[in-house]
């Protein structure tokens, strides 16, 4: 298994941010890329996790997405629906071909994936059930 160290990731070349509740730990570098795409609001570094027909599940929204064209389109959709969108990893491990990641989603709701209601006026917190 791969693994980053808590503090940054590395993608690309490059090294990123990523936010993580227990620096002492390192993280699978998937989490990493999941975590870096999602905080820099980037569908082409998220379909690029995915494989052609890979699938995206988005529980919170029940949104299921296929491939690389759809897995961008969902990141894109929700950087419109929620501004600011970031991805804050409270704890992620894995063993073999699995990974477990626990997190908390937040950002600003605008408001476009409820239309019978503004947005509200301070960001909004997502986390997925326990």
């Known amino acids: 298994m791969l693994v980053e160290s808590a503090k940054t990731a590395v993608h690309g070349g490059e090294v990123q941010p990523v936010a993580y509740s227990r620096p002492d730990i390192r993280i699978p570098r998937m ?3 999941w975590a870096e795409a999602w905080n820099t609001a980037s569908p082409q ?7 052609e027909d890979g699938v995206y599940q988005g529980n919170a929204f029940q949104v299921t997405m ?11 959709i929700t950087e419109q629906g929620i501004k600011n969108a970031h ?15 626990r997190w908390t989603f937040s950002g600003t709701d605008t ?20």
């Open 111 to 130: 408001g476009a994936f409820a239309k019978d209601r503004p947005p509200p006026a301070s960001p909004s917190v997502f986390r997925p059930p326990p």
């Open 45 to 51: 570094k998220m379909a690029a996790m995915f494989t």
């Open 66 to 76: 296929t491939g690389h064209a759809g897995v961008a389109t969902w990141v894109a």
């Open 87 to 101: 991805v804050h990893v409270v704890d992620a491990f894995g063993e073999g071909d699995k990974i477990a990641v």
């Open 31 to 33: 989490v990493a890329a």
